[in-house]
């Protein structure tokens, strides 16, 4: 039992309260402990990569209490790769965000620090109960990032975000709650062999609170049609806390993931594959829908927002499969959307900026002071975004199609993903040349583009960059971490193997 | 006993779903309140209904015979639940207060309703508020 299992809670926690504490002395101060913080936490998260790639189950069992009793953290390599992904995009969305758009105040650190730990605790937890905490920790975090700053507009997508997912979490309380009611357990190993051996007649309760729990995660992942309050939420959000968000709704994706292959899988007797039939009718809808919102947002940023909901749609999809080559495809194509998103989000940003009132509408507009270096930028995350070779887009849309191959009914997701790369193509180019070619005279008086700005935005990209060329290293781990997934016995069992730590420890 | 209970949390949940969908945030932030008294209720039921049994059960006891004892954990999971159903219900009114100040109205969009005069948005927000 490492102790390094639980610094992903620690270090965030404890970073925050003491960034909390430091509120309203030095800034600098308060800006170098929050980036050393998340570089820390990139480093940790590298090392439990690195532990949990020998394939074993790493368990750590809070107070030393036997599971299913107590708090429990679980990493296996799905959690450990969704620990990475989400320090790197927050450590460059924290280095944007010192460059001078984490005002008015210096209260953005903290919030930060606890919405990742939030996050992390989502990604490590092994039981249901805990797992609606860590979501309520993230959310409350989110919803003061989300109104960080002031500006009407941020009050109006904030009141509708916050109601949405109050709502939210009274469902997931109740399915919750209705299946320890059935089971008498909340730990998720134990609660999948409860559901495994569950008396026929009680399966319609069981399947009511698995459909309950999709509601809920489909909310967190914006999935059709539960997606409507993502678009105006994430536009009008700062840029670091709009890049921040291309996480919130993998952990959607990530819980949906993890519920319905342990929990609710292949082996839960009368419950078993219970999201399936509505996670792929549902997946391409979400997918179609977003290449709509993207082709028609008349704003850059409620555009990147579009294409945010079009990665989820892809992302099930490939889920719903539910293959090892789909999962694998599916986990490698999660890593590019999130950080690529991250960086359209900070590079959209530094585009508005220069033009003036106009902000990031997309009408003709005065020339960009940096127009070829923005430019370059925009290009390149856009081949990325669209899924043009010869970057990690199209590798990951590459992979989900050849796994689709055999399926009975991948012609729809064949049609849908192609011609939804020609919808983001066109949609982009409408952005692109408007912003970069459709120009007047420049703006007097713009200042250019910070250069610690400049470098998180590079960094993303350089990070999709990596995913790019190391594309062979990756898709090993997502294969071997999809058939660590399609096989929960050896997660229930390393659970009843556990034994607690001697008292002398 | 079990459809008291039953009737109760639907009653709660029903208007507070109602509430939920109207159109001016004091209403929704009550129906909110509403839906999660019923939850909790539920989270409570969901140790299954007792009355005599013990809550604490010692060595001494003999436990097959009183096997009945009042199940903790859905205690203490709904004490967590209305601990962060209040700070969320605290953290809904001020966001609603300032979404009032902020955009002139009480509507949930923001916008004001047919044929009702927009008022103007009360005061800047001062810094320490954002």
């Given at each position: 039992m490492s102790h390094l299992l639980i610094a992903p809670l620690l270090l965030p926690l404890f970073s925050a309260i003491l960034l909390i504490f430091l509120s309203g002395r030095s800034l600098l101060l308060i800006r170098s402990l929050s980036l050393i913080s998340a570089a820390l936490l990139v480093a940790v998260s590298v090392a439990l990569l690195h532990i949990a790639n020998d394939g074993q189950i790493h368990l750590y069992a809070l107070g030393n209490w036997m599971p299913p009793f107590g708090i429990l953290l679980v990493l296996d390599r799905l959690s450990a790769l969704m620990l990475l992904v989400s320090s790197i995009l927050a450590l460059f969305s924290l280095i944007y965000a010192v460059?001078?758009?984490?005002?008015?105040?210096?209260?953005l650190h903290a919030m930060v620090q606890f919405l990742l730990l939030g996050v992390n605790g989502a990604f490590l937890t092994g039981d249901l109960f805990n797992l609606f905490v860590f979501f309520e920790v993230l959310l409350i975090a989110s919803y003061a990032l989300l109104l960080h700053g002031r500006g009407a507009e941020r009050a109006r997508a904030g009141l509708h975000y916050v109601v949405i997912n109050l709502a939210g979490s009274a469902l997931f309380l109740i399915a919750v709650s209705a299946l320890y009611g059935l089971t008498?357990?909340?730990?998720m190993a134990a609660l999948a062999a409860a559901i495994a051996q569950l008396d026929p007649a009680d399966a319609p309760i069981a399947a009511t609170a698995g459909v309950l729990l999709l509601v809920v995660f489909g909310l967190k992942a914006a999935l059709a049609p539960l997606y409507f309050w993502l678009p105006r939420a994430y536009a009008s959000a700062s840029a670091p806390v709009a890049a921040l968000f291309a996480i919130m709704t993998k952990v959607g994706v990530y819980t949906i993931v993890r519920t319905y292959t342990?929990?609710?899988?292949?082996?839960?007797?009368?419950?078993?594959?219970?999201?399936l039939p509505w996670l792929w009718p549902l997946a391409l809808i979400t997918l179609a829908l977003g290449l709509l919102g993207a082709l028609a947002a008349r704003e850059l940023r409620v555009q990147i927002a579009y294409l945010v909901v079009v990665s989820v749609g892809t992302l099930l999809a490939g889920v719903a499969l539910n293959t090892q080559a789909a999962l694998a495809a599916s986990f490698y194509y999660l890593i590019h959307s999130t950080w690529i998103c991250g960086a359209l989000f900070l590079l959209a940003d530094l585009i508005r900026r220069q033009r003036g009132d106009l902000s990031?509408?997309?009408?003709?507009?005065p020339r960009l002071a940096q127009s070829a270096l923005l430019g370059a930028l925009f290009f390149i995350a856009a081949v990325s975004v669209i899924g043009l070779p010869p970057l990690s887009g199209f590798i990951g849309k590459l992979l989900i199609l050849s796994a689709a191959v055999?399926?009975?009914?991948?012609v729809w997701l064949w049609v849908l993903l192609l011609a939804g790369s020609l919808a983001t193509l066109m949609a982009l180019s409408r952005s692109g040349s408007t912003f970069f070619?459709?120009?007047s005279e420049p703006l007097a008086g713009v200042s250019p583009a910070d250069k610690g700005e400049l470098i998180a935005v590079v960094g993303l990209l350089a990070g999709v960059f990596t995913v790019t060329f190391g594309a062979s290293a990756v898709l090993e781990y997502t294969l071997a971490l999809a058939q660590q997934l399609l096989a929960p016995e050896a997660y229930i069992q390393s659970m009843q193997a556990f034994t607690a730590v001697e008292g002398s420890q | 006993m079990e459809a008291l209970i039953a009737l109760v949390i639907g009653v709660l949940v029903s208007c507070g779903v109602y509430l939920l969908l109207r159109a001016r945030t004091f209403p929704v932030i009550l129906g909110l309140t509403l839906l999660s008294y019923g939850v909790n209720l539920f989270i409570f039921v969901m140790g299954r209904l007792r009355t005599g049994a013990p809550a604490v059960v010692s060595k001494s006891d003999n436990l097959s015979s009183t096997l009945?004892?009042?199940?903790?954990l859905p205690q203490a999971l709904v004490l967590t639940a209305i601990v962060i159903g209040f700070a969320m219900t605290a953290f809904l009114l001020v966001l609603a207060l300032r979404a009032r100040a902020e955009?002139?109205?009480?509507?949930v969009d923001g916008t004001a309703g047919l044929g009702e005069k927009p008022v103007k948005p009360v005061r800047p927000l001062e810094e320490d508020e954002v």
């Open positions: 460059r001078g758009s984490d005002g008015p105040g210096d209260k008498g357990n909340l730990n342990l929990i609710f899988g292949e082996s839960a007797g009368a419950v078993a594959n219970l999201a990031d509408r997309i009408t003709k507009g055999d399926q009975p009914n991948a070619w459709r120009t | 009945s004892y009042a199940d903790p955009l002139g109205n009480d509507h």
